[in-house]
């Protein structure tokens, strides 16, 4: 799907939006600092051609101080907290900034993503140059600097358990499943070249950047999907209209974890959004 040609003196314009509930207060303002960071950047690389707004999407009810925006609109980044709704959904609460969003590109980032400076730039100069994209993932490191491969091919149950539930010597015992499914060596091929990418089935949530208008197309996020495999679904359902690719050159430390480390509760929505997941595209058990 390609992308209309901008006249000249057109602005590009590009929203961002980040959903919270009840977030490590620490980590937002990290998230949120890298992203001040990374507009700037930006803005040195396209000058008045650009145009940003953020919003901050608050499923917690007013736990969010507003300090953050004082920084964002002392540089004129429009900015804009969406609050008073309750816990709705990681995909509900997206989908509410999207409502009032009416740009060309759109970024979906989580609250414990800390981006580099040029991420955005990187994402937007890959998008002048590929045209049939629509969606981009970048390259992510945890917070000890070690690759985390989410990038996935369709999953299949037994993947999912041992990546979610195993940890040590059960889960090398699968080892060669998780190279597969996290598409490993494709992964580590396009690592070792900065201009290069892949076109993986699915990406993570924690960063996805669309074409806005291939976005609107697929109605934003499943609301069905209260947390978990709302970013599965979005995938697939991107994928069937335009191309996605992992850019390595997009570069972002996320510090969130697996719904096994957050306790059964976690364990649970996790368990009925996978079943709502294959359900709706086909199960697979190995």
């Not at 999907?225 to 972002?252: N, Q």
Request: proline share 2%; aromatic share 12%; net charge positive.
């Amino acid at each position: 799907m390609h992308q209309p040609n901008k006249l000249a003196g057109d602005q590009t314009q590009l929203s961002v939006s980040v959903v919270t509930f009840k977030p490590d207060i620490v980590l937002l303002q990290r998230t949120l600092a890298s992203l001040h960071r990374a507009i700037i950047y930006l803005r040195a690389q396209r000058g008045r051609a650009l145009s940003v707004s953020v919003v901050l999407v608050d499923n917690g009810n007013g736990c969010i101080s507003d300090a953050w925006e004082s920084a964002f609109k002392r540089d004129a980044i429009e900015c804009k907290v969406i609050t008073g709704h309750g816990n709705v959904g990681y995909g509900r609460g997206h989908n509410l900034a999207l409502e009032c969003s009416t740009s060309d590109y759109h970024l979906i980032l989580n609250p414990d993503v800390e981006m580099s400076e040029n991420a955005l730039a990187q994402a937007l100069d890959f998008f002048d140059q590929h045209h049939d994209i629509a969606l981009i993932a970048p390259h992510v490191l945890d917070e000890y600097g070690v690759t985390q491969y989410l990038c996935r091919c369709f999953p299949n149950l037994l993947d999912l358990f041992v990546r979610g539930f195993l940890r040590g010597k059960a889960q090398d015992l699968f080892a060669s499943r998780l190279v597969r499914y996290e598409l490993r060596d494709l992964v580590d091929t396009a690592d070792q070249n900065l201009n290069a990418f892949i076109s993986p089935q699915i990406i993570s949530g924690c960063y996805m950047l669309f074409r806005m208008n291939v976005l609107k197309k697929l109605g934003g996020f499943d609301q069905r999907y209260f947390l978990y495999f709302e970013d599965y679904d979005l995938s697939l359902r991107a994928s069937a209209i335009a191309g996605i690719a992992y850019v390595p050159a997009v570069r972002v430390i996320h510090f969130g974890g697996g719904a096994s480390k957050k306790g059964w509760r976690h364990i649970c929505m996790f368990t009925v959004s996978a079943c709502r997941f294959f359900n709706r595209f086909g199960w697979r058990l190995i």
